[in-house]
């Protein structure tokens, strides 16, 4: 699906990966044209394949993070079923940019998660490799979510990063925030 001014239009079909997740894949503009796509694996790396599946390039880092999960059965009496993640989303820019966000924290353990520091980090593909662009200041807190929108009714659009700061526990209540950084 691609936004037409204000209407959604059907875009381009290609194949999905089988080991790429629904909610956190794109397709990356390539000089050759070869179908490429990003996205971020179930164990948070950002990777690049073809559309052949033939995988192409993986970070060194942690990329996404994500502290919502569901489960897709119940857990039989002998039987621990594992949370799925809903990884963060993966957006292109008009300039050829992936935008990717980047949570840092515990990830060790299957059933809980704490990120305590995030960021959102642009990329180009080089023919090789992804190679970062531009990144935000670090945020104290989980990115829970972002998007590009026109956040102020200026014109233009702008970078909106949901951030939480503090889960809510007996003791604190929840804090967040929405922060905003121009686009030039």
Known sequence: VVRSGSELNKGKEFDLLTHASLFSFSPLD?????????YISSDDYLKVSSSTGTELWESNDYFGGSEAA???KEEG???????????KRII????GEIIVAQNDG????????KFTNSRIAAFTWNGFALQESWRTTDQSGYLADFAIADADNDGEDELVMAITFKHET????????????ELD
Do not use: H, M
């Open 77 to 87: 009496p002998e039987e621990e079923i594992a949370p799925l993640y809903i990884q």
């Open 30 to 38: 390539s000089t050759d044209n070869t179908g490429l796509i990003a």
């Open 70 to 72: 569901f489960y897709a």
């Open 170 to 181: 007996i003791l604190n209540k929840a804090r967040s925030t929405v922060v905003i950084y």
């Open 106 to 113: 515990l990830r060790a353990l299957k059933r809980f998660r």
């Open 92 to 95: 292109n820019t008009s300039g």
